[in-house]
């Protein structure tokens, strides 16, 4: 189980500064963290320093491990990123795509654990009648689905998900989070969750950190961040805070702001 700490984390991409200094409290095991901003706000290179662990400044570390120091084969073994972009099609099915990450990544798996890990997975997220379709016949939302599936095999300390259900239906959203989630408690890792849906962080997330022109605007619970006074910071709309009538809070969005 690992603490993930966060500190003056810089990124510069050519003569672009993407994130600067970006700081964040521990992040502890157990722990659901939505990640939310804007369209170009840092997220995604956030997430994609934290896995790859170089370029950039600052401190990253893994249970007190500078990620920069660790070989890529321990990093791969801790932290596991979903990336933006869904698997590609291709002639490989679900099934075969798992079988050779797993092989790659030198699961220590016998084949039957791998594959009742596999079944589990493909079963989990409704995946399992395409599971020996080729990649290519499957629509975008099912590949996103498989691309989670690959995440979550691994079984990570850090899980690392990128708009992990931006392809999906309202159903799938809520099996890919709640399965997510569960991971997390069950194994005590870290996961964070890239996200545009606000409400969908509202409900599953523990703690939120908001980006915004690669500087974090605010971090807390979700009810501390989530303000009308922050949307519109943020995200220039006018919004409100209202409760659904099972308690959760809900944030209505009502017009953009006039620049």
Not at 4 to 21: A, F, Y
Not at 67 to 95: C, E, H, N, T
Not at 180 to 209: K, M, T
Request: overall charge neutral.
């Amino acid at each position: 189980m690992a603490v993930i700490s966060l500190t003056d984390v810089s990124v510069r991409i050519g003569s672009r500064q993407i994130l600067h200094g970006v700081t964040v409290p521990d992040l502890v095991p157990g722990q659901v963290v939505g990640l939310i901003g804007p369209n170009a706000s840092g997220k995604s290179t956030l997430l994609r320093t934290i896995a790859i662990g170089s370029d950039f400044g600052g401190t990253i570390t893994c249970d007190g491990r500078d990620v920069r120091a660790m070989k890529a084969r321990d990093r791969s073994g801790v932290i596991a990123l979903m990336p933006q972009s869904p698997p590609q099609g291709s002639a490989l099915s679900p099934f075969e795509l798992m079988r050779s990450y797993a092989r790659a990544m030198d699961l220590p798996l016998s084949d039957v654990e791998l594959d009742r890990r596999m079944a589990d997975l493909l079963r989990d997220l409704g995946l399992l009648a395409e599971a020996h379709r080729p990649l290519q016949e499957l629509s975008g939302g099912k590949r996103q689905l498989v691309g989670l599936c690959l995440a979550l095999m691994r079984e990570p300390q850090l899980l690392l998900l990128d708009e992990p259900t931006s392809a999906l239906d309202l159903r799938w959203q809520l099996a890919a989070v709640r399965l997510s989630r569960s991971y997390v408690e069950a194994a005590q890792a870290i996961a964070i969750i890239a996200v545009h849906d606000i409400n969908l962080a509202l409900r599953f997330c523990d703690l939120l950190i908001v980006l915004r022109d690669g500087r974090v605007a605010a971090c807390g619970t979700p009810a501390e961040v989530v303000t009308p006074d922050l949307i519109a910071y943020v995200y220039g709309v006018s919004a409100r805070m209202e409760r659904c009538s099972a308690g959760y809070p809900i944030l209505i969005s009502d017009e953009p702001i006039p620049a």
